[in-house]
């Protein structure tokens, strides 16, 4: 094959030791030269190993993705000017089962590299990042408060207290201060549904009921610990929340334009941007980013049939996100809303997923749009369809574009 790029390397990378392969042109003509060393991961050896690239007038340099070891890798890249850094999918670039070495696989990918057959992950900008790390820090945090608070509820399902089964927050100002007496000592269950405040005082008989078990002093201890822990989550996802605020403030309009569209807050914004970014160039269509992010059908066409196709893994993070604005949305009464119950009604009653991965991937073909035209969302509204469906309003479009068209003989046929 061509060689495209004659001087490339690639880097097989592991936790320890990373293994270089380096292939320029040789003195004879149609043969090439190369050279393979390994190094540790410390970052004094990730200097050297950049300098010796440098020397050898290197412009690409392949890795594979390897967990969170090619992080350090490839800031010791970044700092040398003139290496482009290509960080590949590990699944597409799998090497030839068999006779497998650290070696093997550095020279394969640089074999890829040369010829031009490798495609380089998206990497964000390095404010973007920053961004990224915190905001899939606090949504683990936000997880493992959900799971401390699963916990509790389990204690006090042990000792006979049902206070979940009648307060839909279980630990808001009126459960906490209930629970708060459990552990400070009080059994009578009409003395705990007496703490109850606002619209939960309508529900002091079932409280009582659900107040009188069995809670012993273990129990106690275990919410108090419980308790201890979430606030201590709180107090960090809350410190979190803050230093976010500030470090999004460059793109703070961008993060605006999402809250326009139905179902996306505040942290859902944030999340969004911190996956993608806020430069669409990087996804010169909004297919490209549907594709990347895992939110369209995969291909898979054999014999001229084609068969059923999955959606690829993608980003989860930014999956994940687009889901929770598709539920949001789905009782709503806006163009978003209605395309998710059109789309249940179609897949029947197990399609409520399939109608939520359609809406999600309707979510980012928007957000590519406003971000791309510097544009805020204008709801089409809840009878879009209906409107965009009825046999006048077809009519008038099909009228509008053969005006627009040039096609007077057809137009005045059809208005005749």
């Not at 350090?72 to 597409?92: K, Q, R, S």
């Not at 470090?247 to 996306?264: E, H, N, S, W, Y």
């Not at 930014?318 to 806006?334: G, Y």
């Amino acid at each position: 094959m061509e060689i495209v790029y004659p001087r490339v390397a690639a880097i097989d990378v592991h936790k320890k030791q990373i293994t270089v392969a380096v292939r320029t042109p040789s003195g004879q003509p149609g043969q090439r030269r190369q050279q393979v060393r390994k190094y540790p991961t410390f970052y004094s050896a990730l200097r050297e190993m950049t300098a010796w690239l440098v020397t050898e007038q290197v412009t690409h340099v392949a890795m594979e993705a390897t967990g969170v070891y090619w992080r350090p890798v490839f800031h010791a890249l970044a700092e040398a000017d003139g290496l482009e850094i290509l960080l590949c999918n590990a699944h597409h670039v799998k090497n030839v089962p068999g006779r497998k070495t650290d070696a093997s696989d550095a020279v394969w990918l640089a074999e890829l590299c040369e010829v031009g057959l490798l495609r380089g992950s998206f990497i964000p900008p390095t404010d973007i990042a920053a961004i990224r790390e915190l905001t899939r820090y606090r949504k683990k945090l936000i997880e493992e408060r959900t799971r401390e608070t699963q916990r509790l509820h389990k204690v006090l399902e042990d000792g006979g207290i049902k206070l979940d089964s009648i307060a839909s927050d279980a630990i808001g100002v009126s459960g906490r201060a209930m629970i708060e007496a459990l552990i400070a000592g009080e059994r009578d269950p009409a003395v705990l549904a007496d703490l109850a405040r606002g619209v939960l005082r309508k529900k002091i008989p079932d409280l009582t009921l659900a107040l009188a078990g069995r809670f012993a002093e273990h129990h106690a201890l275990l919410c108090r610990l419980h308790l201890t822990h979430i606030d201590h989550l709180n107090d960090m996802i809350g410190k979190l929340d803050t230093h976010i605020d500030v470090v999004i403030a460059p793109f703070a309009a961008q993060r605006d334009r999402l809250k326009t569209i139905p179902g996306v807050g505040d942290r859902a914004a944030q999340t969004i941007i911190s996956e993608i970014g806020v430069d669409m160039t990087r996804f010169p269509t909004p297919a490209h980013l549907a594709s990347w992010a895992g939110l369209c059908p995969g291909n898979h066409e054999s014999a001229g049939k084609r068969r059923k196709g999955i959606t690829r893994h993608g980003n989860p993070h930014l999956a994940t996100v687009l889901f929770e604005a598709a539920w949001a949305t789905s009782r709503t009464r806006t163009r978003l809303g209605a395309r998710y119950r059109r789309l249940h009604r179609r897949f029947g009653k197990a399609g409520s997923k399939k109608a939520a991965v359609a809406v999600a991937h309707t979510i980012l073909v928007i957000v590519w749009h406003l971000l791309a035209n510097d544009q805020t969302y204008t709801d089409l509204g809840a009878d879009y369809y209906t409107r965009r469906d009825d046999p006048e309003t077809r009519k008038n479009q099909l009228l509008r574009q053969l005006h627009d068209l040039g096609y007077q003989a057809e137009l005045t046929a059809l208005t005749a």
